[in-house]
């Protein structure tokens, strides 16, 4: 019964969370008010949760990994593919090496491989962490996407060069041929994975709901376990479950493409996944402040490790990791930005410098979080021989400090770097938009005159009833393709009596029109898979209250 207590308090905590930001007098990222409550919660229950790292990965990430990846715009990911590729790898890579042996110079008792161990295990940024700080701040919605995708796939690097870390410090030893051939296959076959779990199960529900029919909640059950399915098929065979969760989610967006969901179920299916976003991302941080008093009294053991008899060490230790990861994380995203518009401007591209703050907002932005925290707690307790595994104890605590000190200066220094900030028009997204909008009600317009044609030829009065019915519903479209605004709002505002059956038929053959074009549009590359989901939304919305 004690673990259903705590399960409900963080529940409950996270709900106070989402009420306390909002009465605060100053502004204060929601994670760090759920670490507090988390906190709160261990010191009243007098005993913290017994946290299985592997259990927390495989129920928290799957899900929150696949849905970032349905809903990140692809093509920004695609767009800016070289430079999330550079962040997500290259600069992983160069943070394990560049960190580790400066921690390991440091604090000469932490060993080498424990030193480059805890490096790649702060190297990777936090989707959830990352979504919750830029939300707060009116970052450009381009750079947004690089960070979002950025922290989409460092998780996988991070973890596999922590992997790797843990491995040398055990056996005392490591092959780069072995860690490279291990490393291309987690990544590819972890990519390939999520997306052919994804089509199957998109291909035999789709079967089963042909030729046997489904309950209302099926798919959106579905939807809910596809993410574990691809994660754990991934593990099954040694790839990369993040990975494989990730590409579930960029491969069901293609999915949905096709537009054979009903409209009730994308409603319904979007009000289920806002709500286990919202929970899952709360738990996670009430969870790592619900740990946070069990590493701090661990703390004493961790300064024996360095040498020292102050605790106030291991706080310096922090920032200085901290200062380590800031400055390799700045140092290059400038060489790599300098290279990319050196290389633009060989191409004959005009390319202005951009504004040093725009680095600075990278750097600060790469907030580390829940994976930071399951990989750190992976840790092995003894090595091969039996002995403690050195330094597991100063890893962690230096790990959760590092979490807690890059979200407080995250959440400090962004407002502050982007007040003023050049944010460029979206002129595309606008247009678009706008493009798609009457392309979509001239098709409307077409699809309500066939279903007059239709269904009105059973008699005259029907014909006329229909006819009637038309006028009233091609109004909207009309106002729409001249680019006015019809009285009333559009179809949303007008009143529909019950009876009138014609004009409720026409207006959802026209629904139906529009919400095919939106999809046609968004496969062909015309629009952006955000833009169409934010219009078939409004359709949806639109055809469940005529419904």
């Known amino acids: 019964m004690h673990e259903i207590e705590v399960v409900l308090a963080m529940l409950l905590a996270v709900v106070a969370s989402g009420y306390l930001v909002r009465v605060l007098p100053f502004s204060v990222p929601i994670p760090l008010v759920q670490i507090v409550l988390g906190a709160a919660i261990a010191v009243v229950g007098g005993s913290a949760v017994g946290l299985q790292p592997e259990f927390f990965m495989f129920a928290f990430l799957p899900p929150l990994l696949f849905l970032d990846g349905w809903h990140i715009p692809k093509a920004d990911l695609l767009r800016d593919k070289v430079v999330i590729i550079e962040l997500a790898f290259g600069l992983v890579l160069f943070t394990v090496f560049g960190a580790g042996f400066l921690i390991h110079w440091m604090i000469p008792g932490m060993p080498l491989a424990v030193a480059f161990a805890l490096a790649a295990v702060v190297s ?48 005392g030893s490591f092959s780069i041929v072995s860690a490279s051939g291990t490393f291309l296959w987690m990544a590819l076959a972890g990519l390939a994975l999520g997306v052919a779990v994804t089509l199957a199960i998109a291909q035999t529900q789709r079967w089963l709901s042909r030729h046997l029919g489904e309950e209302t909640g099926s798919p959106i059950l579905i939807s809910l376990l596809t993410p574990f399915g691809a994660y754990l098929a991934a593990e099954h065979f040694g790839a990369s479950g993040i990975l494989a969760a990730v590409a579930a989610g960029v491969t069901m967006s293609y999915v949905e493409l096709s537009g054979r969901a009903l409209a009730t179920t994308r409603l319904q299916r979007t009000a289920v996944w806002a709500t286990v976003r919202f929970a899952l991302n709360g738990v996670m941080f009430v969870l790592l402040g619900e740990q946070l008093p069990g590493i701090l009294n661990r703390a004493a053991i961790a300064v024996q490790e360095t040498g020292h008899r102050s605790a106030w060490w291991l706080i310096v230790y922090a920032f200085a990791i901290t200062v380590i990861l800031a400055v390799l994380r700045f140092a290059w995203v400038w060489v790599t930005l300098k290279l990319l518009l050196y290389r633009a401007q060989r191409n004959g591209a005009e390319r202005e410098n951009p504004d040093w703050r725009v680095v600075a907002v990278v750097s600060i932005a790469g907030v580390r979080g829940a994976i930071t925290l399951a990989g750190v707690l992976t840790l092995p307790l003894l090595m091969r021989g039996g002995e403690p595994f050195p330094a597991r104890d100063l890893a962690i605590f230096l790990a959760a400090v590092v979490i807690l000190i890059s979200l407080v200066v995250a959440a400090i220094g962004l407002p502050r770097l982007v007040k003023g900030l050049a944010v460029p028009d979206e002129p595309v997204e606008l247009r678009e938009e706008n493009e798609a909008r009457r392309e979509a009600a001239a098709e409307a317009v077409r699809a309500i005159e066939e279903a007059c044609h239709t269904q009105g030829t059973s008699n005259v009065t029907e014909a006329e009833r229909y006819a009637q019915a038309a006028v009233r519903v091609m109004e909207n479209y009309r106002h729409r393709l001249k680019q006015e605004e019809p009285e009333g709002g559009g179809t949303s505002g007008e009143s529909l009596r019950a009876s009138d059956r014609a004009e409720i038929v026409l207006r959802l053959a026209a629904l139906q029109a529009e919400r095919e074009t939106i999809f046609r549009l968004a496969r062909s590359g015309r629009i952006s898979d955000e833009c169409s989901r934010r219009l078939v939304h409004q359709i949806d919305l639109s055809e469940a209250r005529y419904r």
């Open 124 to 171: 990777p940024t936090d989707p959830v962490a990352v979504s919750s700080i830029v939300a707060r701040c009116p970052i450009p919605k381009r750079l947004m996407h690089i960070l979002e995708g950025e922290s989409l796939l460092n998780d996988a690097s991070g973890l596999v060069c922590f992997r790797f870390a843990v491995a040398a410090a055990l056996t």
